[in-house]
């Protein structure tokens, strides 16, 4: 099993053509959380000529999980209609080390489904999550890509802004960043001042060690909609808290017409 992973920076087109052309008809299967580094690591799959054959998203019942996203996961079915991809959804209790059992066999049934050869992972710095997810690809027999594995988290945090990914604060449980945060949308001054809290505080930049979660509302791989938020709630505990999304809808891009229609989550 070999792992792909990605440069310390965010590539340009140019240093990425030979390896583009080596990973061209690529079947892969992403894991998929609906925030911000999963989307953004299916965008550079896609730029790498990958394709990507299902999103396949753990819900787990335990909030505390070391290895997944938890906050607002059903909204993931309308991440994958706005990018018009299948969606395996796949459940787990969140046990401690058990989960990955679970995560293995929801890849174990995926892959017979889809018949892809490549797990997509977003994880940037967290040896925990990359050293277990290489170990249930390669007893799967499963090539790894990860592309944002090891860059510069400030940089790439503007780098998503810059390149017009739409996201919001779903969960927070770190020192510096009070409820005001939760369901506030991430635009470029928002951006700069988590930079300074992170630096302030000493969390990590792009949330990487579970400081907060993101979901992305829009952004350019969102082809066939972007996501509208109708009814949500704040959920606080003294120092950590959710955004519980209560009900949402796929609204389609349409510039040109000021009607859309919706597609509201179950």
Same mark, same amino acid.
């Given at each position: 099993m070999a792992a792909l992973s990605g440069k310390s920076h965010i590539q340009s087109n140019s240093t990425m053509s030979g390896e583009l052309l080596a990973m061209q008809g690529i079947k892969s299967a992403a894991l998929y959380s609906g925030g911000k580094d999963s989307t953004y690591a299916c965008a550079k799959a896609f730029e790498y000529?990958? *394709?990507?054959?299902? +999103?396949?998203?753990?819900?787990?019942?335990? /909030?505390?999980?070391?290895?997944?996203?938890?906050?607002?996961? *059903?909204?993931?079915? +309308?991440?994958?209609?706005?990018?018009?991809? /299948?969606?395996?959804?796949?459940?787990?209790?969140?046990?401690? *080390?058990?989960?990955l059992e679970d995560i293995a066999s929801a890849l174990t049934d995926s892959k017979a489904k889809f018949g892809f050869d490549t797990i997509i992972t977003g994880a940037i710095a967290s040896r925990y999550q990359r050293e277990r997810i290489e170990k249930i690809a390669k007893e799967l027999d499963l090539k790894v890509f990860s592309p944002l594995w090891g860059v510069d988290q400030k940089t790439y945090f503007r780098t998503l802004v810059n390149e017009g990914y739409r996201f919001i604060l779903t969960s927070i449980s770190a020192e510096g960043?009070?409820?005001?945060?939760?369901g506030r949308e991430i635009g470029s001054h928002e951006a700069e001042i988590l930079m300074d809290l992170s630096s302030k505080f000493g969390f990590n930049a792009a949330f990487?060690?579970?400081?907060?979660?993101?979901?992305?509302?829009?952004?350019?791989?969102?082809?066939r909609g972007r996501i509208k938020i109708l009814r949500s709630e704040v959920q606080w505990h003294g120092y950590f808290g959710v955004l519980k999304i209560l009900e949402s809808t796929l609204e389609e891009k349409q510039a040109d017409c000021g009607e859309t229609s919706e597609l509201k989550s179950e």
């Open positions: 000529g990958h *394709e990507i054959v299902c +999103l396949l998203t753990m819900w787990s019942e335990n /909030p505390e999980s070391y290895m997944l996203h938890t906050a607002n996961i *059903e909204v993931t079915k +309308l991440s994958a209609r706005a990018m018009g991809l /299948p969606h395996f959804l796949a459940r787990t209790q969140g046990k401690k *080390e058990e989960e960043l009070d409820r005001s945060w939760l990487e060690g579970g400081e907060a979660e993101t979901l992305v509302l829009d952004c350019p791989i969102f082809t």
